[in-house]
């Protein structure tokens, strides 16, 4: 036996074990590539046509480094390439390079180099890509930045509102425009007629901010109106971004008035979400010392006749603080509605709201997690069973033990609408944000709603999210359901609605088709639409405005670079190459013919 073993025998036996071990361990190699087509992605944002824009050369740039691969476009999103002019209102690089990295092979950039969202891109996608930058051409530009002000207001108010303006760019002698520090005049119009005007000093670079005051009554139509704040006399290369539009809702007075004597943290918080969800003008007067009123706008004093006058006027009467220092026989005086919430006093603690029993605005406040909410700190009135006037809408327990106390109910006595609230403290569900905030949202805009009693407001299915949009952005609108008096609260799922939009250029209809979170867009040319629901109550107006960030001159922070390798390294693991097993076969197969002729087992 010794005999007939020799070296060529052993040596099968090595291989085809070494072999199989090898297929076994399957170990990676990796081998080079060629890339395939490349994947040119075209910035399509403003910029590339504004004032320095060089949209034509990257046109053809694009053209020429695709060959036979393909261009997207990018901007506000990532699409199909076209030849159309730039219309997105921001350059947002990130979607479209990881769009493109899904789909593989060399990827190539062309853009001004002004990208927003640089610093959330991944660096390695961007090390990867090759970026050709075509700079704009350095520029100045004055514009307006922002308009701030009371969204609704009262014939006999006054708007105020706050513009913030600026000057960008390198300041170059060929531009055409006046020297930093010189002159401008801020001016608000509205219809093509100048309502007010004030003299500015452009800074030499940044934003400032200067106030503007206007007579409501100046303001050509009650309703909804579009102002236009402009910013004259700068002769700036860009004039698109010199004037902002602000929309504004004019009533003949206001809506809701709201005493606050005196005024705390709960008015506080209270007034301002009154005047975000109940879609109407609002107007508070705080009483600073006792039987002294003043406007809490602008501090100035209000006599007993003309508070007086203003309660009268007012379909809701919001009467919050010590009952000892608001006026007397004033819900006697009121009609239709009133809101009253004692803030002084009261049992302290911890009280817990649980969840709403019937009632009529029980539908809008259903979906809270009311553990989440934090506990009342004082409570007032007495324990059921003492009065059982009107329906209870929230109760709340003391360290969530003993006998619930009713904080919100709701009457009606005389014909007026009454809600009373009897907790203090509900402010810090609005501190504590998320859940806790939208739970008060929806507690102020159940209860406006109920006490209108059906009037503006309610009804609403969806509203706007932004009343102005920037060039090139869509308008957002956001489903609120079947009820809602501010945007919150609502019940019912989103439902596709067909709108028609009034604008400049004639009229046409629209779909707005809701998301699961309950949003819609419509892209919209620049231009003032009114727009009215088919088949619901919804009537409105937005503004889409000449304006855009993209406009003023930015800094190019991307750099020109050749990317990663237009070839690329694939991994190929040992089983993948079938000639290794033809090598294990081959050498057991040897080993097996040389056994029986050696007549071995």
Same mark, same amino acid.
């Given at each position: ?308 006058? #203003?309660?009268? %006027?007012? +379909?809701?009467? /919001? =009467? &919050?603080?010590?009952?000892? !220092? $608001?006026?007397? *026989?004033?819900? @006697? ?102 859940? #806790?905030?939208? %739970?008060? +949202?929806?507690? /102020? =805009? &159940?209860?406006?709603?109920? !006490? $209108?009693?059906? *009037?503006?407001? @309610? ?110 390294? /694939? ?31």
């Amino acid at each position: 036996m010794r005999g007939r073993l020799s070296a060529g025998f052993l040596l099968l036996r090595a291989t085809g074990v070494a072999a199989l071990a090898l297929l076994l361990w399957n170990p990676v190699t990796t081998r080079s590539e060629p890339g395939g087509p490349p994947l040119v992605l075209l910035d399509a944002s403003l910029s590339m046509a504004g004032h320095g824009g060089r949209w034509r050369a990257a046109l053809d740039t694009a053209r020429a480094l695709a060959g036979d691969g393909v261009i997207w476009r990018f901007g506000r999103a990532v699409r199909a390439f076209d030849t159309l002019p730039p219309a997105d209102g921001a350059s947002r690089l990130g979607p479209a390079l990881a769009a493109a990295a899904a789909r593989g092979g060399p990827v190539i950039v062309v853009s001004d180099g002004a990208i927003a969202d640089l610093p959330d891109v991944p660096p390695d996608l961007v090390r990867r890509a090759r970026l050709v930058v075509l700079p704009r051409a350095a520029f100045v530009d004055a514009f307006v930045a922002s308009v701030e002000g009371p969204r609704r207001v009262a014939a006999n108010d006054t708007v105020r509102l706050k513009v913030s303006y600026g000057v960008a760019g390198t300041r170059d002698p060929r531009c055409g425009m006046r020297d930093a520090g010189c002159g401008a005049t801020l001016a608000v119009s509205a219809d093509g007629k100048r309502l007010a005007s004030r003299t500015v000093s452009l800074p030499d670079s940044g934003i400032v901010s200067a106030d503007l005051t206007l007579p409501a009554s100046r303001i050509p139509h009650p309703g909804w109106s579009t102002l236009e704040v402009r910013l004259d006399g700068v002769g700036d290369s860009e004039p698109r971004d010199d004037a902002r539009l602000f929309v504004v809702d004019v009533s003949p007075a206001p809506a809701i008035v709201m005493l606050a004597a005196p005024p705390d943290w709960d008015t506080r918080f209270l007034s301002r979400t009154l005047a975000e969800v109940a879609r109407v003008p609002v107007k508070t007067f705080v009483a600073t010392e006792p039987t002294h009123w003043r406007d809490a706008a602008t501090l100035a004093p209000v006599s007993p006749a003309d508070l007086a006058r #203003s309660t009268a %006027a007012a +379909r809701l009467v /919001v =009467a &919050a603080g010590d009952p000892g !220092l $608001l006026p007397r *026989g004033l819900p @006697r005086a009121v009609a239709p509605s009133l809101l009253s919430w004692p803030t002084v006093g009261g049992v302290p603690g911890d009280w817990y709201v649980e969840p709403p029993p019937p009632s009529p605005v029980a539908a809008a406040l259903a979906g809270i997690p009311w553990d989440s909410v934090p506990p009342a700190t004082a409570a007032m009135g007495v324990a059921p069973g003492r009065d059982t006037s009107g329906v209870v809408a929230l109760s709340a327990r003391l360290a969530r033990r003993g006998a619930a106390r009713p904080i919100v109910r709701l009457v009606v006595r005389d014909g007026v609408r009454q809600a009373m609230l009897s907790a203090t403290g509900l402010y810090r569900w609005v501190f504590r944000g998320g859940a #806790s905030a939208q %739970a008060y +949202r929806a507690l /102020v =805009a &159940a209860l406006t709603d109920w !006490l $209108l009693g059906g *009037g503006d407001g @309610r009804g609403e299915r969806f509203v706007p999210v932004a009343y102005e949009m920037r060039n090139g952005m869509p308008v957002v609108w956001r489903w609120v359901g079947s009820r809602g008096a501010g945007g919150t609260g609502g019940t019912g799922q989103p439902l596709d609605v067909v709108v028609r939009l009034a604008g400049n250029a004639g009229e046409r209809v629209d779909t707005l088709r809701f998301d699961a979170a309950g949003q819609a867009e419509l892209l919209l040319p620049p231009g003032v639409y009114r727009y009215a629901s088919q088949g619901g109550g919804e009537r409105g107006l937005v503004a889409v405005e000449t304006y855009s960030d993209e406009w003023r001159p930015a800094q190019a922070v991307l750099r020109a670079q050749e990317g990663a390798p237009a070839a690329r390294l /694939v991994g190929v693991g040992l089983r993948d190459r079938w000639w290794w097993f033809v090598v294990a076969i081959a050498a057991f197969a040897a080993e097996w013919a040389w056994r029986r002729r050696q007549g071995l087992p």
